[in-house]
């Protein structure tokens, strides 16, 4: 038996893991300027901590989780994390800051796992960069998770739209949910079997159906159910992105597809991702902590799909920034030595060196700069070394100059390559 891949599992190469590397750094930076800490959790969790916060009726609870039974005394049952928000959450509670400290802003980067089925921007095992927020109850909040979103995207030159909406709070969303249960007991024959099946235990489920979408059209909706509070929340949310020229529409029928959310909910959308078109997803979990066992703290929070941002931008663009400013070609063992502490010079000055196999001729070293993307090949061989100079070949100008050895740090720079 070949001992490939497993189906929906990926290799990143090269380039593949440069984009990866290249989004993380981004979000890092952004997300570091907003006063964020960041936070590591394990892959590993109760599957308790999930049915209790994603909710028994979600896709990732019922269809998604990677579970299996420890083999300790107690037979714990285990769950690969699938999302990045509970396990974050309890490490919340169990470390006390929900009563020490209730105020807190983290992000957090790493793999999930869902057993789904895999097509272009899903895969069963992706990375996440995520940020929870709390001790925050008020509209700016969300808003500035948005705002940091937005700053992101623009970053990375990535085009965006929002949708947001509101789902209420334990007030106004009763009334909701009853309207819902109503209508979708009004429409069994025409819903789908999953839908059958949330239909009693949880209703909002029904408008993130995969099949149901053009039925869902019909449904009512959030807006019409939002008491004066959630309404003014809402409002505020939209004037503070309306005030950062953050691009938006309302979507009546965004519920996500977890149960810990409450009032508002948000995805950013891109359409160069394809079917998977949601990059970023989030919203206000002001609930939640109480749920999973700790103090009655507000928190809100976002996920970027990492591996589908990669996939929007541009590949040639990561394979230019994952290239080697310069290529060394050293003929001979004393030009090695001596190239190597070229290198070395020429990497504490920030640049990217490749040092290349000395055991090949010149014509295919060459090559191999060329194609590993190098901007420069540095030559030196014995006739070089004799006059203490190299030779600089502009591999994309295919221009060659002779500098002084001693002069090569300060001939080649960053801001002449770049």
């Known amino acids: 038996m070949a001992l490939t891949r497993l189906r929906g599992f990926q290799d990143l190469i090269g380039p593949d893991a440069r984009a990866v590397g290249i989004v993380e750094e981004c979000a890092r930076k952004v997300a570091e300027r907003y006063s964020i800490s960041e936070i590591r959790i394990p ?28 083999r300790d005394e107690a037979q714990t049952t285990l769950a690969m994390r699938p999302e990045g928000t509970p396990g974050v959450v309890r490490a919340y509670i169990d470390a006390g800051l929900d009563r020490s400290d209730p105020e807190q802003r983290f992000f957090y980067y790493g793999p999930m796992f869902r057993r789904e089925r895999p097509q272009k921007g899903r895969f069963r095992q992706f990375n996440q960069f995520g940020v929870e927020i709390f001790g925050r109850a008020d509209a700016a909040c969300d808003a500035e998770m948005m705002i940091l979103v937005d700053e992101f995207r623009r970053e990375l030159g990535l085009e965006v739209e929002f949708e947001i909406n509101s789902l209420g709070d334990g007030n106004c969303r009763p009334a909701f949910r009853q309207a819902l249960l109503e209508w979708g007991r009004a429409h069994l024959d025409e819903l789908c079997e999953d839908c059958h099946q949330r239909l009693e235990r949880n209703p909002l489920r029904l408008l993130d159906c995969k099949n149901d979408v053009k039925l869902a059209q019909t449904a009512p909706t959030s807006s019409d159910y939002l008491c004066e509070p959630c309404r003014k929340h809402f409002g505020t949310v939209e004037e503070l992105l309306a005030r950062a020229s953050v691009p938006y529409v309302v979507n009546p029928r965004l519920v996500r597809g977890l149960d810990y959310y409450t009032r508002t909910t948000f995805e950013a959308i891109s359409k160069a991702v394809g079917a998977q078109s949601a990059v970023v997803a989030g919203g206000r979990y002001d609930g939640l902590v109480e749920a999973l066992g700790g103090a009655a703290v507000a928190g809100t929070g976002f996920a970027i799909g990492v591996e589908r941002i990669a996939l929007a931008l541009e590949a040639d663009r990561f394979r230019l920034d994952g290239a080697p400013d310069a290529a060394i070609i050293a003929m001979g063992d004393r030009a090695t030595a001596v190239a190597i502490d070229l290198a070395k010079t020429l990497r504490q000055k ?69």
């Not at 001729?361 to 090559?367: F, P």
């Not at 030196?380 to 740090?409: F, P």
């Open 43 to 70: 892959l590993l969790e109760r599957l308790e901590l999930y049915q209790r916060s994603s909710g028994e009726t979600s896709d990732v609870v019922e269809k998604q989780m990677y579970a299996f039974t420890d």
């Open 350 to 418: 920030g640049l990217r060196v490749e040092m290349l196999s000395p055991e090949r001729g010149l014509k295919a070293l060459l090559r191999r700069a060329d194609k590993v993307g190098a901007r420069y090949a540095i030559i030196m061989g014995e006739n070089e070394l004799a006059r203490g100079v190299v030779q600089v070949r502009d591999l994309k100008a295919s221009t060659q100059r002779e500098i002084a050895n001693d002069a090569v740090a300060a001939e080649i720079s960053v801001p002449a390559i770049a």
